[in-house]
């Protein structure tokens, strides 16, 4: 099929379903791009496994509309918190025809707060998302397995997070070690937005994000601080919609770039949100969320392959030069790039990572090797610590590897933080 009959297909495609106000359990494509064939990843040299990793953006974003800023592939997938916490079951695997809806509760289920031990972005908030063929897999663990895992009654009229933690200890009772390894066409995204709130005081200043320009911290410093970055400012009159209408003497920046030069959503007054701890800033309505960083990694080989994007000043040319030209205009121009197949260079997100020391040494699959959980002495699940070590962690005998995903890990415990046998 020519590109311009699948740009078409595409239009329609995007058009009718942003009209209907649904879409689908909507997987990754499976074409000459995603996913790579089986043992080819791991020949790959440099420059290819990076034009793969900017495929991936451009796949995942695939039904972004100029008018709809909030509306990528993953939109319609499983967060973290619908897979785990829901008391109502939600069809995002694709095994049901029911159409899944773009509900508000969905859109911000799962926004979580970074950790009180990184307090540099008070305002960044992340999501999970799991696309349908990976929410199907876990949570069709336990036919996975032989001899089969049943669940008993009561757990299996459970949230999954009961049902998670029954199944990680029936499976350490069998001496399991390592999930299955899935399909090859898994794929998770986390996705970190920042808050940005409409300027409507008065000699308030335009609104701006941080964007890294690849530069190391300041002399004496042993972190990367979003406030030491390049700022990209946004012009507040592209910021009036519901809720607010910005003041007419904001003080402002050059250059000045528009809302929807960004990748955004806006809370609206309907949109039921938990609350969110006091040290950080509520999202009230008409706020806004912009993305400011964000993993793609994928199931084409064992150990994952791990991409990850961050708003980026164009002075940052080590990791945005390689870039393709449908992505040096438009949403795409400001996100910078790097990838990994294996845990041995680093490689970190400065908004995700950057922020704790020894960032410089990080590598996010040397981390998420450690995700496993195992027993204490107390007969208690826990998993283990991540750490920024200059080598894969070694395992506690007997602890269950969770496929390079700390979230299950994490979900299946009380704890995921304490240290075996506290």
């Not at 036919?143 to 499976?171: E, G, I, K, N």
């Not at 070590?389 to 979900?411: I, K, S, V, Y």
Request: proline letters at 11%; hydrophobic letters at 40%.
């Amino acid at each position: 099929m020519s590109l311009k009959n699948r740009v078409t297909i595409l239009f329609f495609v995007t058009v009718g379903a942003l009209l209907s106000d649904k879409l689908p359990p909507n997987p990754m494509p499976h074409n000459e791009i995603f996913p790579a064939p089986a043992g080819t990843v791991a020949a790959w040299d440099q420059a290819k496994l990076r034009a793969h990793g900017w495929d991936l953006f451009t796949l995942v974003w695939e039904n972004v509309n100029a008018g709809h800023g909030f509306t990528p592939r993953w939109y319609t997938w499983c967060t973290d918190a619908e897979m785990y916490d829901s008391p109502q079951p939600v069809d995002c695997t694709g095994a049901s025809s029911q159409d899944r809806e773009l509900t508000a509760a969905s859109r911000l289920s799962g926004l979580q707060p970074r950790s009180p031990d990184l307090p540099l972005l008070p305002d960044v908030l992340s999501q999970v998302y799991f696309s349908p063929a990976l929410a199907k897999d876990l949570k069709a663990l336990p036919a996975a397995f032989r001899p089969p895992v049943p669940l008993p009654p009561d757990v299996q009229s459970q949230h999954f997070q009961y049902q998670a933690a029954y199944l990680f200890s029936t499976l350490l009772d069998h001496n399991v070690h390592q999930l299955p390894g899935g399909a090859n066409d898994e794929v998770v995204v986390k996705v970190a937005w920042s808050k940005l709130a409409c300027p409507s005081q008065p000699n308030s200043a335009a609104p701006s994000l941080p964007a890294w320009d690849g530069k190391p911290p300041a002399a004496g410093e042993q972190h990367l601080d979003p406030a030491d970055f390049p700022k990209v400012y946004i012009d507040p009159q592209t910021l009036a919609r519901m809720g607010c209408t910005p003041a007419t003497n904001v003080a402002q920046a050059k250059p000045l770039y528009k809302r929807d030069d960004f990748f955004w959503f806006q809370r609206l007054s309907d949109d039921p949100i938990t609350a969110l701890p006091a040290r950080i800033s509520q999202l009230n309505p008409g706020d806004y969320l912009f993305l400011t960083a964000m993993h793609i990694i994928t199931h084409e080989q064992d150990k994952w392959v791990w991409a990850t994007y961050w708003l980026s000043d164009p002075s940052d040319h080590a990791h945005m030069d390689d870039k393709p030209q449908c992505l040096r205009k438009g949403k795409g121009a400001h996100f910078a790039m790097d990838i990994s197949i294996n845990d041995k260079a680093p490689v970190f997100n400065p908004f995700l990572e950057g922020e704790q020391e020894g960032y410089e040494k990080s590598n996010c699959l040397r981390c998420h090797a450690a995700a496993a959980v195992f027993r204490t002495a107390k007969n208690q699940l826990t998993c283990t610590v991540p750490k920024l070590d200059a080598e894969t962690p070694a395992l506690p005998p007997g602890a269950l590897q969770t496929g390079f995903l700390w979230t299950p890990a994490r979900r299946a415990t009380s704890n995921c933080n304490a240290k075996p046998d506290n």
